[in-house]
Each structure stands twice: as structure tokens, then as C-alpha cells.
């Protein structure tokens, strides 16, 4: 059975860091794309950070370009978002998203795999 668990989650203070971690099984790096989102209370669901599984090339949107690092371990079958200077808009839950069928990489509707997400929440 093909899944992903995210983990890595949890309540910091502004200003710190956390690293989420994004565990694949029944899934190899073929799938050409691992892609970060996140969702905070009544917004929609937004890419933060995305790598090409191939030549481990990355994306970031705007909101995170130098705070976000995404990163893979192959031997691991594990993708992982490095995140630090949290802020308080930073509070969210955060998904894995991976079997990309091309197009639009910040487009949820281009992933068919999910993980359950992990609750980052940044105090002020």
C-alpha cells in the first residue's frame, strides 16, 4: 500500500525552527515530484516548497524563499522541509504531496497522494 506520514510538527516560539519530515512507502523517487503545502484555518491549501525527485532542482514560493529548505534522502525514501525564523503566519498544517501528474507543480490537483499533515503552530 502506496502512503506518506508526515511528522516533524509542533508549537514553537517566533523566530525558531523546525524540520518536517515526509516518509514514503510503497513509493519510490519516480515519481518525479515531492511537493510541500500547507493550509492555515480558513485559507486554501498553498505550495510552499517543491523538488524534482530526479536532479533534486527546488521551488519555493515567495512567502518562504529563505527561511524553506526542502531536501530529499533517497536511501530513506524520505523528503524533509527545513523551516527557521519561524513567524506567526507560519502557523498551519502541513502536507506532503507526491505521484504528480505534470503541469502546474504549486496546483494541489496535480498530486494523487496525500499524507494526514503535521500541525506547525508559531507563537508570538
Known amino acids: 500500500q502506496v502512503h506518506l506520514v508526515e511528522s516533524g510538527g509542533g508549537t514553537v516560539q517566533a523566530g525558531g525552527s523546525l524540520r518536517l519530515s515526509c516518509v514514503a512507502s510503497g513509493l519510490n523517487f519516480d515519481d518525479r515530484r515531492r511537493t510541500w503545502f500547507r493550509q492555515a484555518p480558513g485559507k486554501e491549501r498553498e505550495g510552499v516548497a517543491t523538488?524534482?525527485?530526479?536532479?533534486?532542482?527546488?521551488l519555493y514560493a515567495d512567502s518562504v524563499k529563505d527561511r524553506f529548505t526542502i531536501s530529499q534522502d533517497n536511501a530513506k525514501n524520505t523528503v524533509y522541509l527545513q523551516i527557521n525564523n519561524l513567524k506567526p503566519e507560519d502557523t498551519a498544517v502541513y502536507y506532503c504531496a507526491a505521484l504528480w501528474s505534470g503541469g502546474n507543480p504549486w496546483s494541489a490537483s496535480t498530486y494523487a497522494l496525500w499524507g494526514q499533515g503535521t500541525q506547525v503552530t508559531v507563537s508570538s
Open positions: 523538488i524534482h525527485t530526479g536532479d533534486e532542482s527546488t
